[in-house]
């Protein structure tokens, strides 16, 4: 799966994404928003990994963004961030296929994460989908 990850944490990048290229991921690194868009003009992203605190476009900003461009309405997202995420912002979000996580999170919590939102596709019309 190819992940893009929007963070102005370099540290935690270099950690983060090591752990993802491990795993058989190919990733791309951005230090805010408005670089997201740049590298998404040439990267096949499956799913986007935002920040909400960075300089110039935030996180937030950029999902809203990203969900106004045709190819990327339905991209699922992660959207993590040191500070209290207000439970406003979580529910306006609800069904747009993002989960939230605070940060300072464990690997695995972000594993399992990316499994929940990326899971398998749900063939909604099984039989035409075999025939």
Not at 6 to 20: P, W
Not at 75 to 83: H, R
């Amino acid at each position: 799966m190819n992940i893009i990850i929007a963070d102005d944490d370099s540290n935690l990048l270099s950690m983060i994404s090591a752990h993802l290229q491990s795993t058989g991921h190919g990733i791309v690194c951005v230090g805010d928003g408005n670089e997201l868009f740049e590298k998404l003009k040439g990267f096949s992203a499956d799913l986007v990994i935002l920040d909400i605190n960075m300089p110039g476009l935030d996180g937030l900003a950029a999902f809203e963004k990203l969900r106004n461009l045709e190819d990327y309405k339905k991209i699922p997202a992660i959207i993590w961030s040191g500070l209290k995420i207000p439970e406003s912002d979580t529910m306006s979000l609800k069904n747009q296929q993002v989960r939230f996580i605070k940060k300072p999170f464990n690997i695995a919590q972000l594993d399992a994460l990316i499994k929940e939102i990326t899971g398998p596709v749900i063939l909604h019309n099984y039989d035409s989908y075999f025939s």
